[in-house]
């Protein structure tokens, strides 16, 4: 695929499901990888060789901590940074409360917010790669996902503001936007067969659900160098979902 090696990378939301596996892709390329969550336990699962931090996305001092332990610990300035962090509620609008929305927003878009903020101080001179996970969700619009598809319709905004703002730093920031993925979350949430996940694989061109390594395929190429001519970008993955 592509060579990270010498390249160090920061994963938010890596104690399974797509961050996990775009954490192992990476590493599997060459980089030194630094992984974050809430979970230490599951953090640890992901195997020897990573460097896991635990920290409150939402929380500044705490994304101020994460950012400076990854880098003492890569033992350097930090090349990549994915904003994978992300949760999610599907109900109807009658049932939506204002603690949901905050909840959801807090991680889904101030996290990221934040995390760059701070992750810019710890990039080199070369800038980066910034890499935001997105949904098809942001665009589709499916019904029961109003505070969830909003939070990704707004992270979609953090990056394409961010591509400009950054740009002259030479910090690319693309947003990637999987589509129907079959994850430990999905299954815990119940959408593992069920209506929804048929619905969603009718609309899917290639007629099935993605696994994460399909997501973090297309991560690896976004933090390369091949990809150096690209900011500001939404790259769908969804196999033709749309």
């Known amino acids: ?5 010498g390249k160090t990378a920061l994963v938010t939301g890596a104690s399974g499901g797509i961050g996990g596996a ?7 390329q060459g980089a030194k990888v630094a992984v974050s969550g809430t979970n230490a336990e599951k953090l640890a699962a992901l195997g020897e060789g990573f460097i896991a931090i635990t920290a409150n996305l939402a929380d500044k001092a705490d994304v ?5 332990e990854a880098e003492e610990k890569l033992g350097g300035a930090v090349d990549i940074l994915v904003n994978n962090a992300g949760i999610f509620k599907f109900e109807p609008l009658e049932a939506v409360k204002e603690e949901e929305f905050h909840r959801e927003f807090n991680t ?12 810019v101080k710890h990039f080199g001179p070369n800038g980066g790669s910034v890499i935001n996970i997105s949904s098809v969700a942001s665009q589709l619009s499916p019904p029961n996902s109003v505070v969830y598809s909003a ?11 961010l591509a400009k703002e950054l740009g ?9 936007a999987p589509g ?20 969603m694989v009718a609309k899917t061109p290639l007629g099935r659900l993605g696994q994460p390594d399909d997501i973090a395929r297309v991560a690896v190429f976004l933090a390369s160098s091949d ?3 690209l900011t500001g970008e939404r790259i769908a993955a969804a196999g033709g979902m749309q």
């Open 151 to 161: 939070t990704k319709g707004a992270l979609d905004s953090v990056t394409r503001v």
């Open 64 to 68: 101020e901590r994460l950012a400076k």
């Open 22 to 28: 775009i954490a192992r892709a990476l590493k599997a």
């Open 108 to 119: 889904n878009v101030l996290g990221p917010i934040l995390a760059i903020q701070e992750g």
């Open 168 to 176: 002259a730093l030479n910090i690319r920031v693309n947003t990637l």
């Open 227 to 229: 990809s150096n001519w």
């Open 180 to 199: 129907g993925v079959e994850t430990e979350g999905t299954h815990t949430a119940g959408i593992i067969g069920s209506d929804f996940e048929r619905e």
């Open 1 to 5: 695929m592509f060579d990270l090696s």
